[in-house]
């Protein structure tokens, strides 16, 4: 296991789709972050799960967005009804189960909503 | 509203200088602050961390200073290298959640 995993790596899709991301994190690592990147921005907090428990959602995450982390192993990411603003890199960190830890991140998905 | 404010958007330095990098924060109950670095198609890279109990944190080149009071850190790099030339962004947690700053896009001039 040499790091966060991340497919696909770009996602060109049409507005009113829905697509769906999986991340595998590091695997000793408990948990596991979603981050959505804007260009010029940095990284926004969307959700984190600690094992399969997701225990935080950012407002920024309307009902069109979904996580799961069955088994708190990998995790998904989904978008429903796809819209033009939702274009960006999508993110992926783990991290071990301590207060307060450094994260590991992925590669990233790249979504175009066209 | 942005939390964690990088206001410089890009540096330049000759090799061999000193590299600093700023940031600033808003909320006080931030007690760990992270730095990280970015390469173009990747995701960002650890460099290194610093808690609030702390006022700085060194590792080989890489220095980072914590002012509580004014609620500022900044990230020393020296001697700079060509190969530091990327994207910095700091980062702060109350402890659960992280929330990044902007971004400095650094370029080391050989």
């Known amino acids: 296991d040499t790091g966060v995993s991340q497919d696909p790596r770009h996602k060109i899709t049409k507005r009113g789709q829905n697509v769906t991301f999986r991340c595998d994190p590091i695997?000793?690592?408990?948990?596991l972050y979603w981050y959505r990147q804007t260009l010029g921005q940095g990284p926004e907090f969307l959700t984190y799960f600690q094992n399969e428990a997701q225990l935080e959602k950012s407002r920024l995450l309307s009902d069109r967005f979904s996580a799961e982390r069955p088994k708190g192993s990998f995790s998904t990411l989904e978008i429903q009804r796809t819209e033009q603003g939702d274009s960006a890199m999508y993110l992926c960190?783990?991290?071990?189960?301590?207060?307060?830890?450094?994260?590991?991140f992925g590669p990233g998905t790249r979504l175009t909503v066209t | 509203d942005q939390q964690v404010k990088q206001n410089s958007p890009s540096l330049s330095v000759q090799e061999g200088r000193i590299s600093i990098l700023n940031c600033d924060y808003t909320?006080?109950?931030?007690?760990?602050f992270l730095w990280y670095k970015k390469y173009p198609a990747e995701g960002p890279t650890f460099l290194i961390s610093i808690s609030s109990i702390k006022d700085k944190n060194e590792d080989g080149r890489f220095t980072v200073f914590l002012n509580k009071s004014a609620k500022h850190l900044s990230l020393h790099i020296v001697p700079s290298q060509p190969g530091d030339s990327a994207v910095y962004f700091c980062?702060?947690?109350?402890?659960?959640?992280?929330?990044f700053g902007t971004g400095t896009s650094l370029t080391v001039i050989p």
């Open positions: 909320n006080s109950m931030f007690d760990y």
């Open positions: 960190a783990s991290s071990l189960l301590t207060g307060a830890d450094e994260q590991y």
């Open positions: 695997s000793e690592h408990n948990r």
């Open positions: 980062a702060a947690s109350p402890g659960n959640q992280f929330y």
